[in-house]
């Protein structure tokens, strides 16, 4: 079976991606379980460019080391995302610093509470916000894709929600009436700016 390697050691968006990803003829596995280690420096100034940035690295970690099989390195497709929370009354921090917003080992309860806080007094109408999701796809034959999709919404002024993770319990969404956190999984997974990314990052590969 062909792989997808996808460039993340995340066990919660591996969870989230073969969900969604269900279906296509591939075998998915992350870096991590394909032990690919690559220096990735994302200096990229957008989620397109740091997706591309890594599916890049991580698609020539592989053949460089000869990882796979001589057949397997023909035909593996490397997929990265890049994705973060824009708040427009904070000119779209953190943007691309999602992840490293505040520091990359601050817990997110501490990161959450901080964007919360900053937007003290802020009416509802102008704690506009959204995530924003760009996968990038880097073929054997050096062939690239780029997705991008959006889940658009408010900061709330409090966490809630268990089923998300990072900044998914402060997105409020109004269609729903709810957190992003709030959503069963299988809901979120149709209508988040990863799942809406990833499944047209499917069909490109599909009618390839």
Known sequence: MQKIVFATGNKDKMREIRMIMEGLPYEIISMKEAGIN?????????????????????????????LFSEE??????????????EIDALNKE??????????????????????IDRLEGVADEDRTARFVCAVAAVLADGREEVTRATMEGRIGYEEKGENGFGYDPILFLPEFGCM?????????????????????MRDRLQEM
């Open 38 to 66: 690559p220096e990735i420096i994302e200096d990229g100034t957008s989620f397109e460019e740091n997706a591309l940035i890594k599916s890049r690295a991580v698609a020539a970690f592989i053949q460089e080391n000869k």
């Open 180 to 200: 992003s956190a709030e959503l069963a999984p299988e809901q979120k997974n149709a209508i988040s700016h990863r799942g809406k990314a990833l499944r047209m």
């Open 94 to 115: 953190p943007g691309i610093y999602s992840a490293r917003y505040m520091g990359e080992d601050t817990s997110y309860r501490i990161k959450n509470k901080n964007l």
């Open 72 to 85: 397997d390195r023909k035909t593996v497709i490397v997929l990265a995302d890049d994705s973060g929370l």
